[in-house]
Each structure stands twice: as C-alpha cells, then as structure tokens.
C-alpha cells in the first residue's frame, strides 16, 4: 500500500467538510479588503488628500502597525491599499489557515476519528496531505476573490496580482506552520494556540523590523513571513523574488511536518505532555479553573497580540490632529468631528482592536465544540456535573477573557497616547472608552455561546458575522444607517469622541444576558457528541 492511498477520497471528504467554513472565510477576508479599497477611493478621491495621508503614514507608529510604507513619494490609491490594508489581511488568512489545517489534523487524532480512518485503505501520509489541500484551496480561493475585487475596484492588474500572491503566500506559509505545530502537541487546543502565537510573533517582528530600517528593513523583518509578501511593494515597483522565500520556507515546514508522522504514534505528539502534580492545588479544582488552564494559551497570544497593536495607535495622536488639520474635509469621518479628530480616531481603531478580542472569544467558544466532539465533555458530564455547570464554566472564562483583552487596548493606547499628546487624561479616557465597549464584547460572546448551544453546526458563521461588525463599526460614518443595525457597536456611543449615554449599554447588558441564558437552556436540551 502506498503512504498516500486514499488521499483523494480524504481530500474530498475534508473539502466537503469544510463547504461552508472555506466561503464565509473567503468571503468575509477578500470581501473585508475589497470593501476597504473601494471605501478609501471615496474618502481619499484625489492626490492632494492621498499624500496628505501619506505623510501620517510614514511616521514610525503608523509603520509598526501598518508596514513599512512604499511608494510614500507618489501616494497612489494602490499603495494605500498595499500599505494599510495588505498587512491585516495577510494576518487574517494566516489565522484562517492556522483554524483550518489544526481542525483536519490534530483534531481529527483527538477525537478518534483518525485512528478509525487509518484502519482502512489509508496510507500514513493521506490524513496530512488532504487536511492542506483543503487548507491550500482556502487560501488559493481568498487570493482569486482578492485579485477580482481589485480590479473591479480599478487597481492596476500587476499590482493586484502581486498583493494577492502575497497574501497566498503567507497563508501557504502558516498552512505549513500549523502543519507542523499539530505534529508536536497532542491537543488541538495548543497547536491552534502555537500557530496564533506563531502569527503574532510575525507581525511583531515585522513592525519592530520596519521601525528600525523604514523601507529596506532590518534582520527582523526579513524573518517574519508578513515582511516578506509586504516587501514585494505592490503597486509601486512590483517585486517577485521575496515571494520565493515564502515558498521555500512553506515547502521545507511541511517536509519536516512530513517527516514528523513517522516518528510519532497517531494520537501522540512528538512533544510528550508535562506531567502534572499528584494532588491539584483547590484553586485547580471545578470546571471554571479547569476551562481557565486550558484557554490560558490563547487568551495570552490574543492578549499580548492586541496590547501590541494598541501601542502604536495611541501614539499617532499628534499626528491624526494634523492630519485632520491639512484636510478638514475628512473629519466628517471621523466620531465628534474636526474638534476632537484624535479622539474620534481613537474611537475607530477601539473598535478594531476590541473586535480582535472577540475573535478570541469565536476560537474560544469553537474549541468548547471540540472538547464535545472529542468525547471529554461526555466524560465530565458523567460526573456529578450539571450542563448548565459545564457550559456556564467555560462562558464565564471567555467573557472574562474577552473583557480582559478589551480592556487591555484601552490601556495600551491611553498610556502612549498620554505621552505622545502630553495629556495625563488620555489614558483615563481611553480605559473608559474600552470599558465602553464592554457589554457590546458581551452581546457577540452571547451570540458565540447561543449558536454553540441551539445550533453548533453554524458555528463557523460566526467568523463572517465578526468580519460585519468590524466594517460597521470601522466605517459607520460612510455606511448607510441601515448598514450597522445587527452590530452592537452600533448603539454605543463612540467613547472618546462622543459624550456618555448609560441606557444602551443597560439594553446590551441585557440582551448579552438574555443569549447567555438561551446558550444553556439550548445546550441542556440537545445531545451532546459529534
């Protein structure tokens, strides 16, 4: 029998299982860029108003959080949109990678289902290669979307296709990653943890890499998958050739992920698992410290990953004033107007930032999922353990968790914003406009929680449902009214832009509440198990 019988028929079965989680991310990540591009064609319609954002742009907390900024000389629409949009979207396919190739292989040995399949016709190397097929035509579906968005938006061919193979490679290179993550660990829980680590470690490095080279780049930079498809300079002088460094790197992971399966049982990891104390400490003890151990790796990634974003953001205060002096026209885009332009813009990237939050708590609420398919959830339920306990448990540790990283944002940019503005104040404000935005992070982790526990099947919606809210909340000022209605961010005031209003956030708590409630009645009253 060849290692690879029986990859087509699994490769097929993957892509099936995947029908519906491949559309809504190729949907929402291409659709989320396309939306972006053609959003700033309207707000930055001519050269004066690009080049005015240019010069924001090129400062060094603008080229931490964005990249490293070509083509500044020239500021053309497509520069913008490979300066300022290429970088998230390149974090937002890795993430999508990183969920998907960890669900076809650590996850599928978690559960058993490996095992039972590898008892048949199957090679060894059949579970692998059809888990990144199905994690390869995601990606290859995203760059396809991406580059007929663009166009349709106007961007020019050579560009569009650079930017797209860029992010294709960076998908490819985290497929691989996550490939090999799953080959190390036993639980599916920490290879995805060790891939969003992954992912945020090269967004680190390539902000702290631009930072200290500009264009060229430093060491940093050239080490991190991002900073290699952001070098092609896409739309400016189109480069290729960093390309190939993502492609070799993506072929030598996946021939150690290769290579890895057969020095390890299946269902084992190569790393074996630490063992633990004979007794447990009381504080170890109950589903809540026992949901809050396991979590604790994604809620750290999630956590440093965003207080490291929210940095350079607080810190672009001055400049965002300026900017919104040299072209009044733009603060109608902004919460409060010309007179509080930074704080209006404060308010904008909360919104992005706290949105990230939630993104952990949808990763977080799709690994309860798994603990039930893998079997765990029956065998606690088995013990003198309620439903609504189990659930209730671990809903606690992912509001707390969500609100935490909330909450963390606000702190990360009230304390640079504090320096760079020369305003103690900032950071007060800033801490309570992220507790602002509280029971909005509340009402999307109820949402997560309700569709786990009367319809866990539509779990992966919930990622294209996350993608609206980002819009709404980051273009609610160019959107129609209508747009933003099924976002809670849409009825909170716009903190610290705009004055407090108590009585929607009374409303959101409740609601939050409400779904919570609805989450374990559901729960308790449907099977448990695959």
């Keep these: 029998m060849s290692q690879l019988s029986g990859t087509g028929v699994l490769a097929e079965l993957a892509v099936r299982t995947d029908r519906v989680r491949i559309p809504v991310w190729t949907v929402a990540v291409a659709g989320l860029t396309v939306l972006l591009a053609s ?144 080959q190390l660990t036993e639980h599916a829980r920490a290879a995805s943890g060790a891939g969003i680590c992954a992912v945020v470690v090269a967004y680190l490095l390539r902000a702290v890499g631009d930072v200290q080279q500009g264009h060229s780049g430093s060491l940093l930079t050239w080490v991190s998958p991002i900073g290699w498809s952001q070098a092609t300079r896409a739309y400016v002088d189109e480069r290729w050739w960093p390309l190939l460094i993502g492609v070799v790197a993506a072929a030598l992971t996946v021939v150690c992920a290769y290579a890895a399966i057969g020095r390890r049982d299946v269902g084992a990891g190569l790393l074996p698992p630490r063992g633990g104390r004979a007794e447990a400490s009381p504080r170890l003890t109950g589903v809540t410290a026992l949901a809050a151990r396991q979590q604790r790796g994604q809620i750290l990634a999630w956590g440093v990953g965003v207080f490291a974003l929210s940095l350079p953001i607080g810190s672009l205060g001055r400049q965002i004033s300026d900017f919104i002096e040299q072209d009044p026209d733009l603060a109608q885009l902004l919460p409060g107007g010309a007179a509080a332009a930074a704080d209006g813009a404060f308010a904008l990237y909360l919104v992005f930032l706290v949105v990230m939050a939630a993104m952990y708590a949808v990763g977080a609420v799709v690994s309860i999922r798994s603990e039930e398919s893998s079997g765990r959830a029956e065998e606690a339920l088995a013990t003198p353990v309620s439903r609504a306990q189990w659930l209730g448990g671990q809903l606690v540790v992912i509001a707390v968790a969500a609100v935490t990283i909330a909450v963390a944002a606000g702190v990360g940019m009230g304390i640079t914003a504090a320096f760079t503005l020369s305003d103690a104040g900032a950071l007060g404000r800033l801490i309570g406009a992220a507790l602002n935005t509280v029971p909005a992070v509340l009402v999307i982790v109820g949402s997560c929680a309700a569709v786990y526990g009367l319809i866990p099947r539509a779990l992966p919606a919930l990622w294209a449902f996350v993608g609206y809210v980002l819009v709404a909340g980051m273009f609610g000022e160019v959107l129609p009214d209508w747009f933003g209605i099924l976002s809670p961010f849409h009825y909170t005031p716009a903190l610290p832009a705009e004055s407090f209003s108590a009585a929607p956030l009374v409303v959101l708590l409740l609601l939050a509440a409400a779904l919570f409630l609805a989450a374990v009645a559901g729960f308790r009253r449907r099977d448990v198990g695959p």
């Design 39 to 182: 959003s700033y064609s309207t707000i930055y319609p001519t050269a004066e108003s690009r080049q005015a954002r240019a010069e924001l742009i090129s400062s060094p907390a603008a080229t931490a959080l964005a990249g490293p900024g070509y083509g500044l000389d020239d500021y053309t629409l497509g520069a913008m949109v490979a300066n300022e949009i290429a970088g998230m979207t390149m974090v937002a396919v890795a993430i999508m990678s990183v969920l998907l190739v960890t669900r076809h292989l650590r996850t599928e040995e978690e559960t058993g289902r490996a095992e039972l399949v590898r008892a048949g016709v199957v090679g060894r190397y059949a579970g692998i290669t059809a888990g990144l097929v199905s994690a390869a035509l995601a990606n290859v579906f995203v760059a396809l979307l991406l580059v007929i968005g663009l166009l349709a938006v106007g961007l020019p061919p050579a560009g569009s296709l650079n930017m797209s193979a860029g992010v294709l490679v960076v998908g490819l290179v985290f497929t691989s990653l996550s490939a090999l993550a799953s």
